[in-house]
């Protein structure tokens, strides 16, 4: 359907368009556009104005709160289904999988260097993932806000795929090695892998061993960390809580559709019967012989209520004169 884009006036300004102006209203009183209905509900007429038809509106707002609760309900329960099991498969190594480690930082000897790739390639054999070390000062990131901002672009700048990690190894200059700081970066493939328990596990660990291990040296802290967890990256293991908390998604989810339903048929039941009337029709209410129900006359040939024959009479409607009857 066309709408309008927007348009101005000398004088009167700008404008702007309408858009999807397909929604529906519904009151009590009359407003330009709508059409008046009377419906019947527990043996009484009811008035009602409406732009669109009441049947169809019923029945289409049932459908989009269907849709909206299976959608939603549907996602929440597809996320914690998600995190629930951890079924971790090796990377392909399809891609470029030269292991990086570079120590601009001058806070590693040879054999550190040596032993720590040592460590890195266990860990890439089990997990498929090419992780890669480099060391830097912080005066190389004082232009971005934070290391994890530095990481993030030295990744993006180093590596064409998802299957990286990069840990990124801070001190503040050649003479402190004090106030360290590091930040691991990992690609979007690496997810399933490197999940909240593995990254924690080995943050927890790494952190730990600089802070506390004044032996080691960072090479050897970091390889250190990845000896102790590379075993555990491929552990298989299911988390029930997020199993039991997506079973209760679901039948959230399945409840709701079932409640839209039933009160939903109910709401279109309530307008099945409603009579469309004219603005300026007199409404005359009559009393059902049968069964008491009040009705609108001049619309029914049978009792909206009870179905009962009723003698036709024509509507009457209000005009400049004394034509009521
Ligand atoms: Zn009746």
Request: proline content about 3%; aromatic content about 12%; some cysteine.
């Amino acid at each position: 359907m066309p709408h309008s884009s927007g348009g101005g006036s000398h004088g009167g300004g700008f404008h702007g368009g309408s858009h999807g102006g397909s929604g529906t209203r519904m009151s009590r009183s009359y407003f330009a556009g709508a059409t008046r209905y009377i419906y019947y509900w527990h043996g009484v007429p009811n008035e009602i104005f409406s732009n669109t038809d009441l049947k169809k509106n019923a029945a289409s707002t049932r459908v989009a709160m269907t849709f909206f609760a299976v959608m939603f309900m549907g996602m929440i329960t597809l996320v914690f289904m998600l995190e629930a099991f951890h079924y971790p498969n090796k990377l392909e190594t399809d891609y470029d999988t030269a292991i990086y480690i570079s120590d601009h930082a001058n806070v590693m000897t040879v054999e550190e260097e040596g032993r720590l790739m040592e460590s890195l390639i266990r860990f890439q054999d089990e997990t498929g993932i090419t992780p890669s070390v480099c060391t830097v000062y912080d005066y190389d990131w004082s232009d971005k806000s934070n290391l994890e901002d530095y990481a993030y672009d030295l990744y993006v700048e180093r590596f064409r795929d998802e299957k990286h990690w990069l840990i990124v190894y801070s001190v503040p200059d050649e003479s402190s090695s004090e106030d360290w700081s590091w930040e691991g970066m990992q690609g979007d493939d690496t997810d399933p892998i490197l999940g909240d328990r593995e990254t924690k596990m080995f943050g927890r660990e790494l952190t730990d061993l600089l802070e506390n291990n004044r032996d080691l040296s960072p090479a050897g802290a970091i390889a250190r960390t990845f000896d102790d967890t590379t075993p555990e990256m491929m552990r298989q293991y299911t988390i029930w809580g997020f199993v039991i908390a997506g079973c209760v998604a679901a039948a959230a989810g399945a409840a709701a559709v079932v409640l839209i339903q039933i009160f939903g048929r109910k709401s279109a039941r309530k307008y099945e019967t409603a009579i469309t009337v004219e603005r300026n029709e007199v409404l005359k209410q009559q009393n059902c012989d049968y069964c008491g129900g009040i009705y609108v006359e001049g619309h029914h040939t049978t009792c909206p209520h009870c179905g009962a024959q009723l003698p036709f009479l024509a509507p009457v409607f209000e005009q400049d004169g004394d034509s009521k009857r």
